[in-house]
C-alpha cells in the first residue's frame, strides 16, 4: 500500500479513547482501522468504575468542557441503557464543595451541596457493555478492529495515525512523563444499593466509592502512584470492603463475584496534539486521561478527530 497517497487513518489502542475517537473518525466519512494490543475487555477502561466526574486528570483549564461535552453524549445515550450500557444514577460526593471546582460544576445539570458534600444525577457507565456498543457502532460505520501490536508510530501504514495507547504511550512513543495510577476494586452482588457515593482523601491512596451497576456493585478503591502491580491484593481487598461497609452497612456480607485492579494512565497534562512523523504524515495524540479517560472520552475525541484532518 502506498502509504503516502493513503487517505486511511489508523486509530492505536482499543479503550474507550480510542475507540472513542474511532467512531468520530469513521462517522465523519473517513477510512477507519483500529490496531487493538488487546480486546477492549482487556483494557484498563473495562475496569473503570463508569462514574462520570473528571477525577486525577489536569490541566483543569481544559478539562472542563472535555467534560462536558461528554456528559451531553452521555445524557442522550441514557436514553437506551440496556443497549449503550449508559445510565443516570443519583449519589453523592463526599467531601467535596463547588468552589473547589472549575466554572464547569456550574453547568452540570442539577449539581448541588448537601450536607458533607454534594449530590447530583450523573452517569454511570457499564463499561463492558458500553465498549461492545462503540465497537459496533465503529462496525455500522464501517470501520475495523484489528488485533496487532505496534512498536514503533512511525511504522504504522496510514495518513494519520491516532494514539490512543493510554500508558502503553511511555513506551510507544516514548513518553516517560506517563505513570501509572494502581486502582483495584472489588466486585460484589448488589444487595440492593441504588445510589452510588464516593469519598476522595488525596492525602492518602486510599478512598471509598461505591458504584452500583445493573447485575453487580463496585466497590473501591485505590490510587497508588507508580505501582505496576496487576494483582489484586487481598488485604487492600479486605479494607476496601471495610470502607464501603462503613458507609453502606449491607455490603459487608455480600458475596464477592471478582477483584480487578486497572492502571490509570496518568500525566502532569494530558496530551492532545498533532505532531509530524520523520517522513511527513502526521500523528495525533490522544492519550493521559488519569482517572477520567471515560468521563473525558467524547471531548478529548471530537478534538483529536479535528486535529486530524483539520480544516481551513
Known amino acids: 500500500m502506498d502509504t503516502e497517497a493513503s487517505d486511511e487513518v489508523i486509530v492505536v489502542g482499543g479503550g474507550v479513547a480510542g475507540l472513542t475517537t474511532a467512531v468520530l473518525l469513521a462517522e465523519s466519512g473517513r477510512r477507519v482501522r483500529m490496531w487493538v494490543r488487546e480486546p477492549a475487555e ?5 475496569v473503570a468504575g463508569g462514574l462520570w466526574w473528571p477525577y486525577r486528570i489536569e490541566p483543569q483549564r481544559l478539562v472542563g468542557a472535555w467534560a462536558l461535552e461528554s456528559l451531553r453524549v452521555y445524557r442522550e445515550l441514557a436514553a437506551r441503557p ?33 450536607a458533607g458534600g454534594l449530590a447530583a444525577r450523573l452517569p454511570v457507565v457499564d463499561m463492558p457493555v458500553h465498549l461492545e456498543w462503540l465497537r459496533r457502532r465503529l462496525e455500522e460505520a464501517g470501520g475495523t478492529v484489528e488485533v496487532c501490536a505496534v512498536a514503533d508510530l512511525a511504522a504504522v501504514p496510514a495518513a494519520v495515525v491516532v ?29 440492593g444499593v441504588t445510589e452510588w457515593f464516593t469519598a476522595v482523601d488525596d492525602t492518602t491512596a486510599a478512598s471509598t466509592y461505591v458504584i452500583p451497576q445493573p447485575d453487580r456493585l463496585l466497590l473501591g478503591g485505590t490510587a497508588e502512584e507508580d505501582d505496576w502491580n496487576l494483582e489484586p491484593d ?7 470492603v471495610a470502607r464501603c461497609a462503613s458507609v453502606r452497612p449491607e455490603v459487608a456480607g455480600a458475596r464477592v463475584l471478582a477483584h480487578r485492579v486497572g492502571l490509570r494512565p496518568a500525566r502532569k497534562a494530558v496530551r492532545l496534539e498533532r505532531r509530524p512523523l520523520p517522513d511527513g504524515r502526521a500523528v495525533v495524540h490522544n492519550y493521559g486521561h488519569g482517572g477520567a479517560g471515560v468521563t473525558v472520552a467524547w471531548g478529548c475525541a471530537r478534538e483529536a478527530a479535528a486535529l486530524a484532518f483539520p480544516t481551513g
Do not use: K, Y
Request: glycine share 12%; net charge positive; hydrophobic share 45%.
Open 82 to 114: 440496556e443497549e449503550t450500557g449508559v445510565r443516570l444514577v443519583d449519589g453523592a460526593h463526599h467531601g467535596v464543595r463547588l468552589a473547589e471546582l472549575g466554572a464547569w460544576a456550574g453547568r452540570v445539570p442539577g449539581l448541588r451541596a448537601v
Open 42 to 46: 482487556r483494557t484498563t477502561s473495562a
Open 163 to 191: 494514539n490512543c495507547t493510554g500508558l502503553g504511550a511511555r513506551a510507544l512513543v516514548p513518553d516517560p512523563a506517563v505513570r501509572p495510577v494502581r486502582g483495584q476494586l472489588v466486585v460484589v452482588e448488589n444487595p
Open 234 to 240: 487481598p488485604a487492600t481487598a479486605a479494607a476496601i
